[in-house]
């Protein structure tokens, strides 16, 4: 169910938050992270070096300056797991 596939989102994205000293965080970051998690875990057909990329990008293009390295390096540490 959706509930299922959002908790365990929402559990992936707090562990891979642990020790990022973030003093904010956008809607628009969690947004990006949460889509890029979803990709990551449930579209196997999708390189998960492309998805970061895309994030990435879409953190540059909606958020602010430091986004795009808080994007990279959560996703890419939730794919190492």
């Keep these: 169910t959706f509930d299922t596939y959002r908790d365990r989102i929402e ?4 562990r ?4 990022w000293t ?9 947004a990006i992270l949460r889509l890029g ?3 990551l ?4 057909d999708v390189p998960q070096v492309t998805s970061i990329n895309e994030y990435i990008e ?5 958020s602010d300056a430091d ?4 994007v990279n390096g959560v996703l890419d540490r939730v794919r190492k797991e």
């Design 16 to 19: 891979a938050l642990e020790g």
């Design 37 to 39: 998690i979803t990709e």
């Design 22 to 30: 973030i003093r904010r965080r956008t809607a628009e970051d969690g």
């Design 58 to 62: 879409l953190a540059k293009e909606f």
């Design 11 to 14: 559990t992936v994205l707090a």
């Design 67 to 70: 986004a795009p390295r808080l």
């Design 41 to 44: 875990l449930y579209f196997e």
